[in-house]
């Protein structure tokens, strides 16, 4: 709890109770004058209540000296009560902070210490045997919070919980790269994670990385995590944005599952792989950088990323990581729905780009019979992808757009132009802005955000019928389903799965 006032914490507090077993008040974050009213405020609460005063050199807000700190401390335990929901029931202490007089008072009067320690800055190289010295009595609660710098930092400290094991501790690796630290904390060995009512604007996130408390509770289904949950995820980088959870958590409560699925942003596929084993994770989404990136990491794979050279599915089988590519069916079946056809036999087909999703679209364009022309701003790439087929290729100049003449039934736009989020200006961008539309081509673009991009609005101006790329990236998620756990996809579900956005 990070609001200025005891009593809009009390209100933050109302509002979200449900998701919460334990609520932190960051005294660091009151106004001064409230931070001396701090001592009825468990009472208040109904809830078990951390007491914590954050030093700005750990991330908090708390600027004064450490006498100043100490004595709030010591107000916030001061005449402890017989009833002890009407005292704090931790007390978070840094582990240089030396002050006996106020451990004794806490384990007297039965507040629990959270012995803590906060890099705010990096992952330390000491961490087992940080974690087995900081605690002062039995009854201690460690408490390591540490930034990630690097998907690196997140399996140190997951390696050193491990060897930890047994000892009641929280951990938490913060920022970007330790998002899933706070969604598997059974797996990390932690006691807690903690969230934050993010989505009120005065409640500041408590440390950076963390996730809001109704997305944790909902998306995540964070209470019904335990060792035996079945882990998926997904991984690329950056990975700022992704609807899987969304659409595989939904999938999972439906169908009453003991399974979670949380993004695995990550900077490096080779600690990525170390994380997913320590992790028993049993499939992996695997998207932008990193789709040929992985298959030196498979123990074997399916004909198609052989063939493709990308792989989007990474499934744990008794023999190894197994890899395949779902975003070849899912684009093909994509597209003949909309088409309403079988299969692409006498269709003259462009496809613009020649990247990873290109490859796997000229793969099942060929598998189902289309002739193709593919055109690339670097033109080399799409000689090299055109050479295995006998198909046509291009650049995306002048000499290009002319061969489109006798390609275009259906135009298939592959590239990242016009992505949001690509960079700030590019959504205006369309990579064959020189080619113009007669009105009769079927268009798709496999980009979804936005929903129309300017190539695809150009296309819809001159009468064509377009279709983007969500109705391509639930059918390939489908197939994921399938892969991962072996069953059907729950069809039924289909309407009431929601691609949100973590
Ligand atoms: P993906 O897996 O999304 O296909 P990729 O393998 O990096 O990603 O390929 C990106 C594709 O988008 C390439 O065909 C790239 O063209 P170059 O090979 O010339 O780099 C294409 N691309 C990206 N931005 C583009 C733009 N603004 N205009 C045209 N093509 C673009």
Same mark, same amino acid.
Do not use: Q, T
């Given at each position: 709890m990070t609001a200025k006032t005891l009593g809009r914490n009390l209100e933050i507090l109302e509002k979200y109770r449900k998701y919460a077993d334990v609520a932190e008040l960051r005294v660091d974050c009151l106004d001064p004058d409230e931070r001396l009213l701090i001592r009825r405020f468990p009472e208040q609460a109904g809830i078990p209540i951390i007491l914590t005063i954050r030093r700005d050199t750990d991330g908090g807000l708390f600027v004064g000296g450490e006498g100043a700190r100490i004595s709030l401390m010591a107000r916030g335990l *001061? %005449?402890?009560? *017989?009833? =002890? =929901? =009407?005292?704090?029931a931790y007390l978070d202490i840094e582990e240089d902070l030396n002050v006996s007089s106020l451990e004794e008072a806490a384990r007297t009067f039965g507040t629990r210490i959270i012995r803590s320690y906060h890099n705010i800055k990096g992952t330390d190289a000491d961490l087992p045997m940080r974690i087995r010295s900081m605690r002062r009595s039995g009854d201690e609660i460690v408490k390591v919070a540490v930034m990630a710098n690097s998907t690196r930092d997140v399996l140190e400290l997951l390696c050193a919980g491990k060897e930890c094991e047994g000892h009641e501790k929280i951990l938490i690796s913060m920022g970007h790269f330790g998002v899933y630290s706070r969604i598997l904390s059974e797996q990390f060995g932690s006691l807690f994670s903690y969230s934050g009512a993010l989505s009120e604007p005065d409640a500041l996130p408590a440390a950076p990385g963390q996730i809001e408390v109704r997305e944790l509770a909902n998306l995540y289904h964070f209470r019904n995590i335990t060792k035996a949950t079945k882990i998926y995820g997904v991984t690329g980088y950056p990975l700022k944005a992704t609807s899987s959870p969304s659409f595989f958590n939904t999938v999972f409560e439906l169908e009453g599952s003991n399974a979670v699925y949380v993004p695995f942003p990550a900077d490096s596929i080779t600690d990525l792989i170390d994380i997913a084993k320590e992790l028993n994770v049993e499939g992996i989404s695997v998207t932008v950088p990193y789709k040929e990136a992985i298959i030196p990491f498979l123990d074997f794979q399916s004909d198609e990323v052989g063939v493709i050279?990308?792989?989007?599915t990474l499934t744990l089988t008794p023999q190894g990581w197994l890899g395949t590519n779902t975003d070849a069916r899912g684009f093909s079946d994509s597209l003949l729905r909309f088409l309403n056809k079988p299969n692409f036999k006498r269709q003259r087909v462009t496809v613009i780009g020649a990247g990873g999703a290109a490859r796997s679209v000229v793969f099942e364009l060929h598998r189902l019979g289309a002739k193709v022309l593919i055109l690339n701003r670097t033109i080399h790439k799409a000689r090299r992808l055109a050479a295995p087929y006998k198909f046509s290729w291009g650049g995306l100049d002048e000499q290009g757009i002319e061969k489109m003449e006798k390609y275009r039934d259906i135009i298939i736009q592959t590239t990242s132009a016009g992505m949001e989020g690509i960079n700030p200006d590019n959504l205006s961008d369309d990579p064959a802005a020189m080619y113009n539309f007669c009105g009769r081509e079927e268009v798709m673009d496999l980009? %979804?955000?936005?929903?129309?991009t300017a190539f695809l609005k150009r296309a819809s101006n001159a009468g064509c019928n377009v279709l983007n790329g969500f109705d391509m990236l639930i059918r390939q998620a489908r197939y994921q389903y399938t892969q991962f756990t072996g069953k059907e996809f729950p069809e039924h579900f289909l309407s009431r799965v929601q691609f949100g956005e973590f």
């Open positions: *001061a %005449y402890a009560e *017989a009833d =002890r =929901r =009407r005292n704090f050279g990308a792989c989007n980009v %979804y955000k936005p929903k129309m």
